[in-house]
């Protein structure tokens, strides 16, 4: 139990703010390996900008970021995505150009390191590449209920679906942190409890897992703990029984979702 | 297609499939090729001149198709490329006694160069920004050739001479040599589609924020894309100055540049073997056919422009309308 602690994403006094407004009002954070972190609050509540800052697309302007005990300070998102730091988009972000499955394989590309000439030529080594990149991409999509649409493009699947392929493109490189914003959004019921299924079975002990989800029922039942934002500060912090307990949290945000 | 997705599928699939899958994928271009192949037996010494030039611009509306397609970027200078590519060759050749053997390579490494040492200080402009950036480059050449003829042959230009092949007629080597380079860069170009670098590369275009989250910067994805595609103009340089025999500034100017974004346009992209001869055929065959019209040449060229435009248009609609499968995407 002793290295769970030590491979947890953690954030110290995070502030951002643009123009003058602050979105982030230093933030501290420890997602857990180990654990399904929620991440909740109303609209505009900063959920997304954290996410910015711990992949490093925003800068915040105060405040430390690190992985595993080590600073992600100046590490651009690519090199956080080296290191195993992946998320998801609460705005779809696929390629229109390629297939579903080329979309997700993307998400594996930071896996190999085959040079250009393998680009250009059939060679052996790209040939071998490409099938692994290819039988990744096809056991996460089959993982999610998506393996007939591997050969669809982007614009003829409906954004449930489409969601789904933002998620599998996040999990399937096997990554060390996973943050998946909003996750449900768009899904139905019955998709909602599969992806459910889903992402239980993907916790293990070396994972950092946070989702920001607005779907209380997905969030309560397979989050351990939860965080909860509201104008950029936290209000609250804990297992799902004692944020549902919390009067502010109530006050602010489940009060008619819950009891 | 794929029946049993979860199970690890062969790393090597057997031969004869993986023959069916390569031909399957391009017959159109497979037949074409060998069309292409034959066609000197059919025609005159001339014609074949002219052809091998098409084959030449082919290559450099694939460099600016190329660029559209993945980097999402239009160029008006890439003249300039071609310029690094046909002056490598002919210098090689008249100072030096050196074959495409050597040149080609060093074209095609130069270009690449040059294509990334562009996109290193503009990688922050898009859209008209970068167009207008590229069209320096292009008014530069004829300058940067005039102020070196001692090396560039100045006005006067350069004669490329130097067979291939010794021994072979040279006029059968200028066509099938430039044919032989079209054909390698269109078949690169298909395998870099299906490349870990092209997709990624394909979704910065699209997202270069969830790229980068996977991994792909931005900057290097402008470089990759601006390298790769200054070093196929480098060929289509190379191929204008062996097939064309001669090189001189006035072969590229802005006018250049601007009709091999022409030719990209009216092939609409297409990094094909059919696309990019359409594309090539504007800047070479189509203006030799209408010049026995005179005066009126632009007029024509013009209307054949709209003609191909509309055709492209409405052709997939037409195929809609009389049920039939389309062709190539
Ligand atoms: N790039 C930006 N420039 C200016 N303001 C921004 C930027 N990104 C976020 N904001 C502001 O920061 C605040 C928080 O936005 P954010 O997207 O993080 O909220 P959120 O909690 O994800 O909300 P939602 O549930 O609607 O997705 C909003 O007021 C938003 O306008
Ligand atoms: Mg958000």
């Known amino acids: 139990m002793m290295d769970v602690a030590t491979k947890s994403l953690t954030g110290q006094g995070i502030a951002l703010s643009f123009g003058g407004i602050e979105v982030l009002k230093g933030l501290d954070v420890e997602f857990r390996a180990g654990e399904i972190t929620g991440l909740i609050g109303p609209n505009g509540a900063g959920k997304t900008s954290l996410f910015n800052c711990l992949t490093g697309a925003y800068h915040p302007q105060k405040g430390a970021i690190s992985y595993a005990g080590h600073s992600l300070e100046g590490l651009p998102p690519a090199a956080r995505a080296q290191k195993g730091i992946v998320r998801s988009f609460q705005h779809v972000a696929l390629s229109p150009d390629l297939t579903v499955l080329e979309n997700v394989m993307i998400g594996v590309a930071r896996n190999y390191h085959s040079g250009w000439l393998h680009a250009f030529l059939p060679t052996v080594r790209g040939r071998h590449e490409k099938a692994e990149m290819r039988a990744d991409a096809e056991r996460a999509l089959a993982e999610l209920g998506l393996a007939k649409a591997a050969d669809k493009m982007p614009s003829e699947l409906p954004p449930g679906m489409l969601r789904l392929v933002e998620i599998a493109r996040a999990i399937v490189g096997r990554p060390a942190v996973l943050m998946l914003d909003e996750p449900a959004a768009g899904l139905n019921n019955s998709e909602t409890r599969d992806l459910m299924r889903s992402l239980s079975a993907l916790a293990s002990p070396d994972l950092v897992m946070v989702v920001v989800e607005h779907d209380m029922d997905l969030v309560m039942s397979i989050c351990d703990r939860i965080y909860v934002l509201n104008f950029g500060a936290f209000v609250a912090c804990g297992t799902p029984a004692e944020v549902r307990s919390n009067e502010e949290v109530v006050r602010i945000y489940l009060g008619s979702d819950d009891d | ?329």
């Open chain 2, 1 to 329: 297609m794929s029946d049993h997705p979860v199970t690890i599928k062969a790393v090597h699939p057997p031969l004869p499939e993986r023959l069916r899958e390569l031909v399957a994928s391009d017959l159109g271009s497979y037949v074409l090729a060998v069309v292409l192949i034959v066609l000197p037996l059919l025609v005159s010494g001339s014609w074949m001149f002219a052809i091998g030039v098409c084959f030449a611009n082919a290559i450099g509306v694939l460099a600016v198709s190329f660029l559209v397609r993945y980097g999402g970027e239009v160029s008006i200078g890439h003249a300039f490329f071609a310029a690094v590519g046909a002056y490598s060759v002919a210098i090689l050749d008249t100072r030096f006694g050196l074959s495409l053997l050597v040149s080609v390579p060093l074209a095609l490494v130069l270009g690449v160069v040059t294509g990334v040492a562009f996109a290193w200080p503009s990688r922050k402009l898009s859209g008209i920004y970068l167009a207008v950036s590229t069209m320096a480059l292009a008014l530069a050449v004829p300058e940067l050739i005039n102020n070196t003829d001692a090396l560039t042959g100045g006005y006067e230009g350069l004669y490329v001479s130097k067979p291939l092949i010794p021994g072979l007629p040279m006029s059968f080597q200028r066509y099938y040599v430039a044919l032989a380079v079209l054909i390698a860069v269109v078949f690169a170009l298909a395998r870099f589609r299906h490349s870990r670098q092209g997709l990624t590369i394909l979704l910065s275009k699209a997202h270069p924020a969830a790229a980068d989250a996977f991994g792909t910067r931005q900057v290097w994805a402008r470089c990759a894309v601006l390298g790769i595609s200054g070093g196929i103009a480098a060929l289509c340089g190379a191929m204008l100055a062996f097939a064309g025999s001669t090189v001189s500034p006035s072969g590229f100017t802005l006018w250049s540049s601007i009709f091999l974004l022409v030719g990209s346009v009216v092939s609409f992209y297409g990094l094909t073997l059919a696309r990019a001869l359409i594309g090539g055929a504007f800047l070479t065959l189509v203006p030799q056919f209408l010049s026995a019209s005179g005066a009126w040449i632009p007029v024509f060229y013009g209307l054949a422009l709209l003609g191909m435009i509309l055709l492209g248009h409405y052709l997939p609609r037409l195929k809609e309308m009389m049920a039939r499968h389309g062709g190539t995407a």
